[in-house]
């Protein structure tokens, strides 16, 4: 039996101003992404693969045409309730890892159960969880500077999975490894798809990442392609 649909795009149309001069981005842009699916974006740089990544998450808003994530049609939802949406719904994994120099790995991680109403005995437990599922649970007291790259991105993945997101959204999440780190980032990715059934949409430049996943699509200049 086929996964139902989780994200479903329509007709979507994005663009940028230069100025005066009006600059396309995504044209005319139809994808449905099934629940539990592992799907890799490719494409050259500016072909619009991570403009495409931040709409399905919620970060940018389109000119024209609609996002449905499980049901949700977030294009058309105020920014208010696109935040609250965002924190509740999408897991975020970046190529620099964007962790807070300052904070330990379990506080980084800590950082989006904030937001919620959790205690803080239930944000312990979450945060212990997501770090052992990562293999970090013996770094939780170590400061991003104390860690490696790939156990810096290891540290990330935790913070994104913590709320147990519907999609998790990655963008070049190996851009920044050397080839040993990549692929342990991406056996790890691989399975949080396989084993946790999580939704992973990845924009790479890289054949060997995209290789992973179950489904790769093609952008080229704003335009899906075979």
Same mark, same amino acid.
């Given at each position: ?65 609609? =996002? +449905?994530?499980?049901? *949700?049609?977030?294009?058309?939802? &105020?920014?208010?309730? /696109?935040?609250?949406?965002? #924190? ?73 999975? =913590? +709320?147990?997101?519907? *999609?998790?959204?990655?963008?070049? &999440?190996?851009?920044? /490894?050397?080839?040993?780190? #990549? ?44």
């Amino acid at each position: 039996m086929e996964n139902r649909p989780l994200v479903v795009i329509n007709r979507l149309i994005k663009s940028y101003w230069r100025g005066s001069q009006q600059v396309p981005v995504l044209e005319d842009i139809s994808l449905t992404i099934a629940e539990g699916e592992f799907l890799a974006l490719m494409g050259p740089s500016g072909s619009g693969k991570s403009t495409l990544l931040n709409l399905i998450a919620g970060i940018d808003m389109s000119d024209s045409g609609s =996002v +449905t994530v499980a049901g *949700i049609e977030i294009s058309s939802l &105020p920014e208010s309730a /696109l935040a609250s949406w965002r #924190a509740a719904h999408v897991g975020f994994i970046f190529q620099f890892y964007n962790l807070i120099p300052v904070l330990t790995a379990f506080e980084n991680v800590e950082l989006p159960l904030l937001l919620t109403a959790m205690s803080r005995r239930e944000r312990r437990e979450h945060v212990e969880t997501a770090l052992s599922v990562v293999g970090l649970a013996d770094r939780m007291e170590h400061r991003p500077g104390e860690l490696s790259g790939g156990q810096q991105q290891r540290v990330a993945i935790a913070r994104a999975i =913590v +709320t147990d997101p519907t *999609i998790l959204v990655a963008d070049e &999440p190996t851009g920044d /490894l050397d080839r040993q780190s #990549a692929g342990d980032i991406l056996d790890l990715i691989e399975q949080l798809n396989r084993e946790f059934g999580k939704t992973i949409i990845m924009v790479t430049h890289d054949p060997r990442a995209a290789e992973r996943a179950r489904r790769v699509l093609h952008l080229e200049k704003g335009v899906l392609v075979q």
